[in-house]
């Protein structure tokens, strides 16, 4: 009796050890494709990209397109292609406040400068210029706390990484329980950001990169 409960005390700690190890591994391979992110976007000086953005509130909805600018370690420049304020332009120098502008009647241009966060330059969700940035995604999925795991997907019929979050805190990630984060193969930046409250897709960001350096 002494022995089969030796043994079976011997076989519940393997396999407690087997489980811890099991659990440790598992955000080894998410924390690889963030690093694998982080080492990427730390090679470059800056990139040039469309960005089209899909985003629900509410009753409410907005799409919109950018040509989107960003040079290190902080400056943004945007133009609205399409979307609210369409044909506006946006700068952002890393302070609080960014200078948009818009061409009227005459060719005159009119612009103002604001707060980083005024609805005026900021998407229907309260994002702004900065949390577009690869930096500021980057800041984001290695700040926000929760459990986060990582895999081989398909997106748009190509293979990539998918990085997802299951957030600890809704309240305090905009309402959002879960985002993920859709990594090329071949540069590990960002392809697509999804965030869901709960079942329903809430935020979706995509990414062209056209030029980087």
């Given amino acids: 009796m002494t022995g089969s409960v030796r043994r079976i005390g011997a076989a519940a700690i393997s396999m407690l050890a087997f489980f811890a190890l099991s659990f440790a591994s598992a955000p080894a391979a998410t924390g690889n494709a963030l690093d694998a992110f982080a080492k990427s976007w730390s090679a470059l000086h800056g990139y040039n990209a469309t960005i089209q953005l899909y985003e629900v509130k509410g009753g409410s909805n907005e799409h919109a397109v950018f040509t989107y600018s960003f040079i290190k370690p902080s400056t943004v420049a945007m ?21 948009a502008s818009k061409s009227g009647a005459f ?6 400068t604001v707060s980083l966060t005024d609805p005026l330059v900021s998407s229907l969700r309260g994002y702004s210029v900065s949390d577009l940035s690869f930096a500021g995604i980057l800041a984001h999925a290695q700040q926000t706390g929760g459990t986060l795991s990582s895999g081989a997907t398909k997106l748009d019929g190509a293979m990539v990484t998918a990085v997802t979050l299951n ?16 990594l090329s193969p071949n540069t590990q930046l960002p392809l697509r950001v999804d965030g869901f409250a709960g079942n329903q897709l809430v935020r979706q960001y995509r990414f062209a990169v056209t030029k980087s350096w």
């Fill in 79 to 99: 133009h609205i292609n399409q979307g609210p304020n369409s044909g506006a332009n946006v700068k952002w120098a890393g302070g609080p406040t960014v200078y």
């Fill in 107 to 112: 060719g005159i241009t009119m612009g103002k």
């Fill in 167 to 182: 957030v600890a805190n809704p309240a305090q990630d905009n309402g959002m329980t879960r985002e993920v984060l859709y």
